[in-house]
């Protein structure tokens, strides 16, 4: 039976980084935030919610949503942010749980999902994966690498739970694993490829 496992951690942990290590390894690896980008430019019905909540300003010229506007309208707003996701979030489990139906043949198949625990979906899952990232280097992450200003990385690393609520919720998960990423890139994978290895060696 396939192991089911959620990869998660604060925004700028290094999920999409252990992603592509994943892959390259072999394991099929869907992301949720893949998801959410694809039913922004393609749910029809979403998209109609979203015209009517939040106006025709969140859309580009295109058609499709402007997610840096939307964020820009949700993320200081817990209750927008809340309804949004009663949308979002439904339509995104669906299509992860078919995914791992689609490769139920594997032996272990990984589900990227940043806000794991803030949906209370941990207890899906066989192993619970977290990236752990001091909120420093995820500030400077956001900054230096996504162009944020300041106000508004902390604004998105405030909007989660905070590293310890998920380091307790990892270490309650019977198959919970904290890994540290602070370091290098170097350093994640060869934590990942442990891990890997006991995958298969069980």
């Known amino acids: 039976m396939v192991c089911r496992i959620a990869l998660t951690g604060g925004i700028a942990s290094g999920k999409s980084l252990a992603g592509e290590y994943l892959k390259g390894r072999g394991i099929p ?17 979403l998209k109609a919610h979203i015209r009517e ?11 499709a949503v402007d997610r840096p506007a939307l964020g820009a309208r949700v993320f ?4 927008r942010r809340k309804l949004l996701e009663s949308w979002i979030h439904p339509k ?18 990984v589900a990227i999902i940043p806000l794991l625990f803030e ?7 066989d192993q619970v994966w ?5 909120p420093a280097t995820q500030l400077e992450r956001l900054r230096h690498k996504r162009g944020m200003s300041e106000a508004d990385a902390l604004a998105r690393i405030q909007s989660q739970l905070s ?20 370091g290098t890139p170097e350093a994640l994978h060869e934590a990942l490829a442990r891990l890997v290895s006991d995958l298969a060696s069980t």
Not at 29 to 45: K, N, P, Q, T
Not at 53 to 63: A, I, K, L, Y
Not at 119 to 125: I, V
């Open 29 to 45: 690896v869907i992301d949720a935030d893949d998801v959410v980008h694809s039913l922004l430019r393609e749910d029809g019905d």
């Open 53 to 63: 909540t939040f106006g025709p300003d969140v859309f580009d010229e295109t058609g």
């Open 76 to 79: 200081q707003h817990p209750d």
């Open 92 to 109: 995104t489990r669906h299509q992860i749980e078919a995914f791992f139906a689609q490769n139920a043949d594997q032996p272990a198949v």
């Open 119 to 125: 949906s209370g979906l941990a207890e899906r899952y």
């Open 130 to 134: 977290l990236l752990d990232t001091d």
């Open 163 to 182: 590293r310890e609520q998920k380091q307790a919720m990892t270490r309650q998960h019977p198959g919970g694993v904290i890994l540290p990423n602070t």
